[in-house]
């Protein structure tokens, strides 16, 4: 580790060329935040019931259109006595009438359903083209968790492949495939085919998600690695909050995701070339690919107005750094996450960042589900959930640094288990003005688990698996978030359950965090070694005693 601090060093540390290339990797975070929340504008269900069809009116009705004709067929009274949107209409006898009623005197909806449109800025949705309600509502949940388990899928499969080919490759990759994936979403000529879609475009923006973020990070020194880390976060929030803009010009599924996938083939335009993301350096000196990072560190060198030859007094010259290195094994080193497992304490801490990232993106439905109910406008829950993640990232970054990862984490997981313990226990007999900022709070919690975890784990992982642990920390996320709409497919049946396991997984973590070590102001560690030697710190920095030591030494 310390010889590769030592050649980062020398190529001029986290200058000029190395800050602007981490700015420049938050304008694709943009796009992935756009892409990311794109499902919940597909799956938004707007306000619908069954379309009248005249021919089962009598002859004298059937000249009725519009709301008249809704008059002249009856809507089934539902079992709190308010029309249901999925219940069927009754209409007066008539003796030609060809249709047999039900007992209860409903018709068939011959005529497929009419809409409250638009929905979510959109006029026409997947839900609306394919009917995706009541009898045919539960493939919604169906295409949401289809959609996550891609991601999941895409953290794990393509995080491995981080460590073995490359941070640059696997993003270039990523960014091809979900181009292309993207386009065949816009023309898709069924649901079946818009599911598998979906899923898989969900792994390849995984994919460039993920490396994008490895990367930046070994771009960064460990002063800047928070701030530059969260920026991009907050471009991510950026692009959630654009969307619905984006939708409302649309106007049509198709054409939004039509536009999706040009911002990012625009992304691979631009980012494909090398001089906007080269290979990240760390990585090739870990793996031992000298002549790879020796052109990269030169670069870095020159544009940071090091002379890569020459050395300084306190330094040696980047040429030397680098002859050093490259005295030892030719062959490439790649590592295989399997390696974790034979690791006295790296596995221990990614186990238990996998469970925080698990508890807060499960734990976010049961919030958000307090906070507004089933049937509310699409607009609230949506912009309340982006603007707390704005607010959460926000207090990542006044207090991360100062008060050191560790503790952040360890506070918002309490606030988190503490809330949802308040919910799960008593939310029956809490006021309405008590129960809506507690659920606030909450989320706001459970979102700081959500990004913390994710630099927590990064930061602990050694380079040479990196992509590895960050990808199974982000899976766990996206399975938690999965989980949700998994209860929507049952009628909410399991959601008590599952708001359960979480509050008790939420506590768990909560008393592991104590054996995390800390990161804050520390190198990143390169082998499985490194990763071993982080021990755990203690938890309140104490101050250093007063030095009282004179300048010279006695005399005798």
């Known amino acids: 580790m310390e010889c590769e ?47 009248p069809d005249p021919t089962l009116l009598p002859p004298a009705l059937r000249a009725l259109s519009g709301p008249a004709l809704l008059e ?61 309600v009541c009898g045919d509502g539960w493939k919604v949940p169906l295409q949401r968790t289809g959609h996550l388990l891609g991601w999941l899928l895409g953290s794990v499969l393509l995080g491995a492949g981080c460590d073995r080919f490359g941070r640059r490759a696997v993003f270039v990759a990523s960014l091809v495939l979900a181009s292309v994936l993207g386009a065949g979403e816009a023309l898709a000529a069924g649901f079946p085919v818009l599911l598998a879609l979906r899923l898989l475009q969900g792994g390849a923006l995984a994919g460039a998600f993920l490396a994008l973020y490895v990367a930046r990070l070994e771009l960064c020194d460990p002063e800047h690695r928070l701030a530059f880390s969260l920026g991009a976060s907050l471009c991510c929030v950026l692009g959630v909050l654009l969307l619905p803009g984006l939708a409302v010009l649309a106007q049509d599924w198709h054409l939004l995701q039509g536009l999706s996938a040009l911002v990012t083939g625009l992304l691979l335009l631009f980012w494909g070339f090398p001089a906007l993301l080269p290979e990240s350096p760390c990585w090739l000196l870990a793996t031992r690919q000298v002549a790879r990072a020796r052109r990269i560190l030169w670069h870095f060198a020159e544009a940071s107005g090091v002379d890569p030859e020459h050395s300084s007094l306190e330094d040696s010259s980047l040429a030397t750094e680098l002859a050093e290195l490259a005295t030892g094994s030719i062959q490439p080193q790649y590592h ?39 049937e509310t406008a699409f ?66 919690a459970s979102q700081t688990m959500s990004v913390l975890s994710s630099l927590f784990a990064a930061e602990v992982c050694p380079t040479v698996i990196r992509g590895t642990g960050l990808g199974l920390v982000l899976g766990a996320g996206f399975l938690g ?23 008790s997984l939420a506590i768990l973590a909560l008393l592991c965090i104590l054996l995390l070590p800390e990161t804050c102001g520390r190198a990143l560690p390169v082998s499985l070694e490194d990763a071993d030697h982080l021990h755990r710190a203690p938890l309140l920095r104490a101050h250093q005693p007063p030095d009282y030591l004179p300048l010279l030494l006695p005399s005798h």
Not at 12 to 36: D, I, M, N, T
Not at 82 to 104: E, G, H, I, N
């Open 5 to 51: 601090a030592r050649v980062l060093r020398a190529a001029g540390g986290f200058g000029r060329a190395r800050r602007l290339l981490a700015v420049a990797s938050w304008l694709p975070c943009v796009a992935l935040g756009l892409a990311l929340s794109s499902d919940s504008l597909l799956t938004a269900r707007p306000a619908h019931h069954c379309r």
């Open 72 to 132: 002249a067929s009856v809507p089934r009274q539902g079992p709190t006595g308010v029309p249901s949107p999925c219940l069927l209409l009754r209409y007066p006898a008539a003796p030609t009438l060809s249709a047999v009623p039900a007992p209860d005197g409903t018709r068939p909806c011959t005529r497929g359903w009419l809409y409250a449109l638009p929905v979510a800025g959109l006029w026409r949705s997947p839900v609306t083209q394919w009917n995706l």
């Open 336 to 374: 295989s996450g399997l390696g974790l497992l034979h690791t006295r304490l790296a596995w221990r801490n990614v186990l238990i960042l996998g469970i925080s990232s698990l508890v807060g993106g499960g734990i976010q439905a049961s919030f958000l589900r307090s906070l507004a109910p089933l």
């Open 379 to 444: 607009y609230l829950p949506y912009f309340l959930e982006a603007g707390l993640e704005a607010a959460a990232i926000t207090c990542l970054l006044l207090t991360a640094n100062r008060w050191g990862r560790r503790l952040v984490l360890l506070l918002g997981t309490l606030v988190t288990g503490l809330v949802s313990l308040l919910l799960l226990a008593g939310a029956q007999y809490l006021p309405g003005w008590a129960l809506l900022p507690l659920s606030m709070l909450g989320l706001l």
């Open 481 to 503: 978030r999965a989980a949700a709409p998994l209860t929507e497919m049952v009628d909410q049946q399991g959601f008590f359950l599952q708001h359960t396991v979480l509050t």
